[in-house]
């Protein structure tokens, strides 16, 4: 099969290769798909994971990518809840070969269905960026109707999830990103706006659950703006600082079944869209990752047509 493969951290993604690589077998509860299209993260290249494995040895040549859709090909020893001819999306393990490649094995348990009126395109741009959302405001930030929240970066892949699953959850939402970004926060939900680069970030007055995307100083201000009993949710590691009378939550997204079925469900009935940038094919793509201008939202792989 075709792959795209990493072997060199020093070189980001110069140092990616188109090759030729044996498909993947099916382990226990494993299921291979037939990748049709791939989401790629931008900084997935600094991830511990994409150069080693759980004790910390190097596994290069690894193959890059977490985000999938696809069709199942074949089923691994004892799985259950999927059959072959599937169409499936997910994220994979961060700790194994990934989805810019023709084929993946996948535990089953990290995909779900991926109904037939949605694209292998949107399929791939969700489970990253929507998990993360869902996941940090109902798991960790506990949002609730009524309740205020500051999306970070609203314009962006995490962002504009986040605006958008928040404000359908009852929230008032307030995006945050650079002077240009806020028409496109706007769009995707936030009810109010806050240029960074020349707003006071702290007129926003005491927020209930501030969702940050950024870290560094911006992280540390907005630890200041969570009102009592709020909470702080990180995706870009621990503050250094927490909040005087709330919660700071930092974590990772796992893959879930239930909450893709959610979040494809709100995609379906127009309640949910996807934040798609740039579109390549397997052969283009490491030609696109090194492109000097670059376009706001998911990046995509089109791995078959």
């Given at each position: 099969m075709k792959a795209i493969i990493v072997t060199d951290r020093a070189a980001g993604t110069a140092g990616m290769k188109l090759v030729e690589q044996p498909e993947p077998q099916a382990a226990i509860n494993d299921v291979v798909v037939q990748v049709r299209a791939s989401g790629f993260t931008w900084d997935e290249l600094t991830w511990p994971p994409t150069w080693t494995d759980r004790f910390d040895h190097d596994r290069t040549p690894s193959i890059p990518g977490h985000e999938l859709a696809g069709v199942v090909t074949a089923l691994g020893y004892g799985t259950t809840g999927l059959s072959v001819g599937q169409r499936v999306f997910g994220l994979t393990d961060w700790y194994r070969d990934g989805t810019l490649a023709e084929y993946v094995a996948v535990e089953a348990r990290k995909l779900a269905a991926l109904p037939g009126d949605v694209n292998f395109t949107v399929g791939a741009s969700l489970p990253m960026p929507g998990l993360t959302a869902w996941q940090g405001l109902f798991e960790h930030g506990r949002l609730q109707a009524g309740q205020s929240v500051l999306a970070h970066g609203a314009a962006g892949v995490v962002g504009s999830m986040v605006s958008q699953l928040a404000r359908e959850a009852g929230a008032y939402v307030i995006g945050t990103g650079r002077a240009a970004d806020r028409q496109k926060a706007l769009d995707f939900g936030a009810q109010e706006f806050v240029d960074l680069e020349n707003d006071v970030l702290e007129d926003v007055g005491q927020i209930d659950l501030v969702f940050d995307v950024f870290g560094g100083d911006i992280g540390k201000r907005s630890v200041r703006l969570v009102r009592a009993g709020g909470t702080l949710v990180s995706i870009v590691g621990p503050s250094e600082e927490r909040p005087a009378n709330g919660l700071a939550v930092d974590f990772v997204v796992e893959s879930d079944r239930a909450q893709l079925r959610?979040?494809?469900?709100?995609?379906?009935?127009?309640?949910?869209?996807?934040?798609?940038?740039?579109?390549?094919?397997?052969?283009d793509a490491v030609a696109s990752f090194n492109r000097t201008e670059r376009r706001n939202g998911k990046t995509i792989i089109r791995v078959r047509p």
């Amino acid at each position: 099969m075709k792959a795209i493969i990493v072997t060199d951290r020093a070189a980001g993604t110069a140092g990616m290769k188109l090759v030729e690589q044996p498909e993947p077998q099916a382990a226990i509860n494993d299921v291979v798909v037939q990748v049709r299209a791939s989401g790629f993260t931008w900084d997935e290249l600094t991830w511990p994971p994409t150069w080693t494995d759980r004790f910390d040895h190097d596994r290069t040549p690894s193959i890059p990518g977490h985000e999938l859709a696809g069709v199942v090909t074949a089923l691994g020893y004892g799985t259950t809840g999927l059959s072959v001819g599937q169409r499936v999306f997910g994220l994979t393990d961060w700790y194994r070969d990934g989805t810019l490649a023709e084929y993946v094995a996948v535990e089953a348990r990290k995909l779900a269905a991926l109904p037939g009126d949605v694209n292998f395109t949107v399929g791939a741009s969700l489970p990253m960026p929507g998990l993360t959302a869902w996941q940090g405001l109902f798991e960790h930030g506990r949002l609730q109707a009524g309740q205020s929240v500051l999306a970070h970066g609203a314009a962006g892949v995490v962002g504009s999830m986040v605006s958008q699953l928040a404000r359908e959850a009852g929230a008032y939402v307030i995006g945050t990103g650079r002077a240009a970004d806020r028409q496109k926060a706007l769009d995707f939900g936030a009810q109010e706006f806050v240029d960074l680069e020349n707003d006071v970030l702290e007129d926003v007055g005491q927020i209930d659950l501030v969702f940050d995307v950024f870290g560094g100083d911006i992280g540390k201000r907005s630890v200041r703006l969570v009102r009592a009993g709020g909470t702080l949710v990180s995706i870009v590691g621990p503050s250094e600082e927490r909040p005087a009378n709330g919660l700071a939550v930092d974590f990772v997204v796992e893959s879930d079944r239930a909450q893709l079925r959610e979040i494809v469900q709100r995609v379906r009935d127009g309640r949910l869209r996807t934040n798609v940038g740039n579109i390549a094919t397997l052969d283009d793509a490491v030609a696109s990752f090194n492109r000097t201008e670059r376009r706001n939202g998911k990046t995509i792989i089109r791995v078959r047509p």
